[in-house]
């Protein structure tokens, strides 16, 4: 059902503590980028010159390459990307700009550019993106219905100017403000890590079903690995080629914070607990709530950091948690006394972890405020085997996968089909604005079905409201500076909130649009009527396309799903070998574990967007991210113990071995796989509980990757 947006559409700036950290983030610092790159030459060209039809070019060359600038990357990627998608932009729209007078070889136009656009997903997300801004800028140049020299010459030079200046004036400001941009990136890693102490806090809380808790841990955990790979792409890729005696402090300090907070992150994620166990033993004992307390408290401090970083100043901690800290003392003395630990061992050792990591989360948190002042390398890691390890994340070109050729030719072909039916519409209809038609359908119609309906159904949410807001606004009559201040306000929002909140972000777009027309041809107001009217025929096409050459998400998931359980093989042999030399290793194999957890659960969120008929056994899938999580929890708890326990080692190694055993023996579906020897030497219950964690996970992969053959798993 259409209609107003909800509380939850909102839900992200429902408190104060909420828009600061907007305010901080990398969104709205690449939206003042990007919209004054789009805003400066247009308003020049038009204001200045009085050249509007190459201004407008000009605006529209900015913004396509503009759509490819929205996360920060490092200087070389930067100027690898702007500058070809400046190229693609540029070919496209002369393409369909010397095309026009001829309707017969535009018909042939289209669906090349839009086929090519679409199949360049195959060779990954930034090239995507390149493809899809071909097919934006040449959607808006159907809009130039003269052709001749006179008006295909400004045009032309318009889009070059704007799409060249807009890439000069990115990496202009990308260099100047390299800084600012990589404290920020810090601030969003600093921000995500409080975020996920904040949910692991609520696992303490009886009155949030664990469930609930489990969900939230594993999403926001999500979170916390992307912030921390675009500090990586950013920090690591500075320090690429710099001598240590050419790193100034200020990198300094970002290298010690950065590698401060995934210990931080890596240390809550170790604290493998039974809150199960906690919860049933400790009911309406105040021994959850200091520990809930704990968390939150260091929650908080982490976000006082972050925005410290943003703002380059120190800070001295401010929430005391000893109180705490010293009552949760008191509690387990009590509970010894009280026979706790001879009598439910189990439950006594989960409370008296739970407070061991409480002072070390403490701890870290002190070294986080010393990390704002330090001089010198305060982390375990040298830099220069940190930076000879690192490998960009987003590359412009990634050789193509084997699934991913099917999936990228069936969206192509749907995509294709669907871009030619727009045009046919929009020629039948002749309006004005009826390419708007066929933006709906390039931004609605995604690779996947259920995106696609979600997608097209968020757009005309969000152009019912812009379109009725900006309506209510121009009839109260305002002055032509407020149009224009809010019609840039609205840019800004919009180009902020694209990655954050889709259908916010076509809200504010539909206000900007709306206004820019009634800006050119005042009390245009049938505007607001056409655009709607565009946007619920793009939407039908788009949602109609979708059943064509469908590519199921399910296809996904059990090659996603072999990749999660190779990368845990690697992590589970990396950590039964750790020492101080393998470090990094650990790490970087933890990292790629995290980052194949993310993927399946990215995958599993889309298929159950889908029809239940082409759905592949979602609740196993989602068990698996479940059991993936604990898993990863308790292989980082084992990894703690190695380094601080050296007499747990053999019992420890023993564990790890059996785990890996057991993920090893999925590659023959016909085995038998017996559940693990219950007595497991050994005091840490984390040791004990590796085994049987990793054969919960064996027994529910397998019915998903070989369901054949689950009857022989015992």
Known sequence: MLGPFSAADFAFMSSLQDIRKYLYSQHIFSAVRMTLGIVLPSSLLIFAFGLNLAGLACAVGSLCVALIDTQPSSFTIKLRELAGCSIVVFVSASITALTQDYPQLLWLVVP???????????????????????????????????????????????????????????????????????????????????????????????????????????????????????????????????????IDLERLRQFNLFVDVVDLHDMVLSSQTDFELLREQFAGNDSLIFLRDLLDKNAREVDRIAEAVVLKRSIRPYHNTRAELTALTFELREAESAGIATQHPAAWHALQTSLTRAWQVKEMVDKLHADMLSTSNTTPLAITSVISRFRPRHTLWQRPKRWLIDQALRYA?????????????????????????????????????????????????????????????????????????????????????????????????????????????????HLAYIRLMDTGIGAVIALSAAYLFPFWESRLIRPQLQALLNSFREYLAITRTLSADSELDYRLARREMLLALGTLSAAHARMILEPDSRQLLPGDVRRVLLQGQQLAAEIASLAHLLKT????????????????????????????????????????????????????????????????????VR
């Open 112 to 246: 090349l550019i839009s086929f090519a656009g679409a199949f360049a997903m195959v060779f990954g997300a930034r090239a995507s993106l390149m493809g899809l801004n071909a097919v934006l800028v040449m959607i808006l140049g159907l809009t130039l219905h003269d052709s001749t020299t006179h008006a295909v010459i400004p045009y032309l030079g318009g889009l070059c100017a704007g799409s060249f200046s807009y890439a000069a004036w990115s990496l202009l400001f990308a260099r100047l403000t390299r800084h600012h941009t990589h404290r920020r990136a810090l601030a969003e890693c600093l921000f995500a890590t409080a975020s996920y102490l904040e949910a692991r806090s609520h696992c303490y809380d009886p009155d949030i079903s664990l469930e609930q808790c489990y969900q939230q841990l594993l999403q926001r955990q999500l979170a916390v690995q992307d912030s921390q790979q675009m500090v990586r792409d950013l920090l690591l890729n500075d320090l690429r080629g710099r001598h240590l005696s050419e």
């Open 645 to 712: 326990e050296p007499a747990c080692r053999p019992a420890a190694e023993q564990a790890l071995r059996q785990a890996e055993q057991l993920l090893t023996s999925l590659i023959a579906p016909e085995a038998v796989i017996d559940e693990p020897d219950e007595a497991l030497p050994a005091s840490d219950p984390n040791i004990v509980n590796l085994p049987h964690s990793a054969y919960a996970l064996v027994r529910t992969a397998r019915r998903i990757l070989h369901p054949q053959a689950f009857e022989v």
């Open 413 to 525: 072909l749907r995509f294709t089909f669907a871009m030619c039916v727009a045009l046919a519409a929009t020629r039948a209809i002749s309006a004005d604005h009826g390419n708007w038609i066929l933006l709906t359908v390039m931004v609605a119609l995604r690779p996947g079905f259920g995106q696609s309906r979600e997608r097209g159904m968020l757009r005309l949410k969000g152009t019912l409201a812009g379109c009725g807001i900006a309506v209510l606004f121009l009839m109260a009559q305002p002055g032509v500076v407020a149009q224009f201040v809010l019609m840039l306000a609205s840019l800004l929002i919009s180009l902020s909130l694209m990655q954050r909140n889709y259908m916010l972000s076509v809200f504010f777009t539909s206000i900007e649009v709306v206004l820019f027309y009634h800006l050119l041809v005042p009390a245009d107001f």
